[in-house]
């Protein structure tokens, strides 16, 4: 499953940066979305950043994608309120 993630921008090029998320550290392509400053979110969606976002948003994703993983490894119990806030 391909899935658009959450990552901080730790080193901005004018192409390319190095990113931090979930995944750990990577490099992204920024020719989409232009050069972002450093302690910038950005949505990386197969190696290239597709949309600036602001933290309270990237929390929100992150959260979504733990629930993802929860509901997919079988927890019982999931508290969809915690990953998925407002929505239930």
Not at 25 to 31: A, G, L, P
Not at 44 to 53: H, I, Q
Not at 59 to 84: C, Q
Request: charged share 20%; proline share 5%; with cysteine.
């Amino acid at each position: 499953m391909c899935i658009g993630v959450p990552v901080q921008i730790v080193e901005s090029g004018e192409f390319m940066a190095t990113c931090l998320g979930r995944n750990g550290e990577e490099q992204v392509n920024m020719m989409l979305i232009g050069p972002q400053p450093e302690g910038s979110w950005v949505l990386n969606f197969l190696g290239s950043a597709r949309e600036v976002l602001t933290e309270q948003d990237a929390i929100n994703i992150n959260k979504a994608l733990d629930g993802l993983s929860a509901i997919m490894s079988g927890e019982a119990d999931i508290d969809i309120e915690h990953y998925f806030p407002g929505v239930a």
